[in-house]
């Protein structure tokens, strides 16, 4: 990542066009794990898109969460690799940001604002992954000056091109905490990315932990009993996982409502899409202003929903064409198929089965 050169100072900006313009340009070549979206990276850190969700004291722009949800549905448009990445990153700023102590976020989040540092985070296994097994699969033990980290965070986005982890672990007592851990500590791993169905170049994969010492100044909360409710940061079902859900819907809606200026037949179906996602889109703003028109869970299954049909929509426009490896289309199938699985809660999860089993919601 580079520091910024060109802020972009609002969501109406038209320099935000212009880097979207980019961002879509450089998505195809995203394609397998070995694919790290540096160039796509570097472009928000000039553009000052990471300034949007920092505070102003620590070098941000402190964007509003209207604004910041307006932003995300841009660039998730243009390229969901690359925004998700970003969200990876927004989510360990802002358990960074909402601990207690001012010395880490002033030695931290200057650099993380301007893009010459990389955060990211491992704390699914204290939310949705691996709830079931009798054993937490990250321990930590207290030690002199600090904690010490065994096992392995089970999905880290961008683990190896990280200088920070905001882990999450549990002591023997069952109790979490919630630490920052430097990827140069002597025992930390992160594999390489796994291929996945889609977004394999966000580069999302196992951390492994020997041994691993963080010192007591790099806590960030806990420990104490679900600290993943009060650790601040979004939660998961969160706002920005729907916000993205309907930005990648957008890319879809377009694509159709491009092929129907030829195809008129297209245009019923299209309508009402677009009305869906105009609807999903106030829910999501009134949701960011404070002032709620749903709950986040509806929210996030008709987000869901929405990406399903919409992406599903454009390949049955697409044709053959949209099958073959390389347009555009078929990467949004798949990219949609990741909300199914992304920070999705029980209650998100059923929703989702009770779609596809044809139930009533
Ligand atoms: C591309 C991608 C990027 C991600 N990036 C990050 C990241 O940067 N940071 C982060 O913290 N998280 C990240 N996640 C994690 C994500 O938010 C979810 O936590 C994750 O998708 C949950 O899936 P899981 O396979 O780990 O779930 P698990 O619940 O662990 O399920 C794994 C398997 O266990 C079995 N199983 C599940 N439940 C039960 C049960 N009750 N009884 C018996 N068997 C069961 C099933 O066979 C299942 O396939 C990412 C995930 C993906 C796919």
Redesign the pocket.
């Known amino acids: 990542m580079t520091s910024s050169a060109e802020n972009i100072e609002s969501p109406d900006d038209p320099k935000l066009d212009e880097l979207c313009e980019q961002l879509e340009n450089l998505g195809p070549l995203l394609q397998s794990s070995s694919d790290w979206p540096s160039n796509s990276l570097a472009l928000c850190g000039q553009y000052g898109v990471y300034r949007w969700f920092i505070e102003t004291r620590w070098g941000g722009l402190g964007w509003q969460e209207p604004d910041v949800v307006r932003g995300y549905l841009r660039l998730s448009s243009a390229c969901l690799t690359t925004t998700f990445v970003i969200t990876?990153f927004v989510a360990a700023c802002r358990r960074i940001a909402t601990s207690q102590d001012d010395a880490l976020k002033s030695e931290l989040l200057p650099d993380l604002a301007l893009g010459k540092t990389f955060a990211?985070?491992?704390?699914?296994?204290l939310?949705?992954?691996?709830?079931?097994l009798a054993k937490p699969v990250l321990v930590a033990e207290k030690v002199a000056g600090g904690w010490k980290l065994n096992g392995y965070?089970?999905?880290?986005?961008g683990g190896q091109s990280a200088d920070n982890l905001v882990v999450g672990a549990s002591l023997t007592d069952g109790a979490q905490l919630l630490l920052v851990a430097s990827m140069n500590s002597t025992g930390i791993q992160a594999v390489p990315g796994f291929e996945?169905v889609g977004?394999s170049a966000?580069q999302?994969g196992k951390v492994n932990f020997d041994n691993v010492f963080v010192a007591e100044s790099r806590r960030l909360s806990g420990p104490g009993d679900n600290i993943m409710a009060t650790a601040g940061g979004g939660g998961?079902g969160g706002l920005q996982t729907s916000t993205l859900a309907v930005g990648l819907s957008r890319a879809a809606i377009n694509y159709l409502q491009k092929q129907a200026l030829v195809r008129p037949e297209l245009s019923d179906n299209i309508d009402a899409l677009q009305s869906q996602f105009e609807h999903l889109q106030d829910h999501l703003l009134n949701a960011a202003a404070g002032n709620p028109s749903c709950s986040r869970e509806e929210l996030r299954t008709a987000a869901n929903s929405l990406v399903l049909r919409s992406t599903q929509s454009a390949l049955v426009a697409a044709k053959g064409a949209g099958y073959v490896e390389g347009h555009p289309v078929g990467r949004w199938c798949r990219e949609a198929l990741?909300f199914l699985?992304?920070?999705?809660p029980q209650p998100v999860a059923q929703a989702n089965l009770c779609e596809l089993a044809g139930l009533e919601i």
Not at 120 to 125: A, D, E, L, P, Q
Not at 341 to 344: F, G, M, P
């Open positions: 990876q990211t985070v491992g704390i699914s296994h939310t949705t992954s691996r709830r079931h965070c089970p999905w880290v986005t996945l977004l966000s999302t998961t990741f699985v992304w920070s999705c």
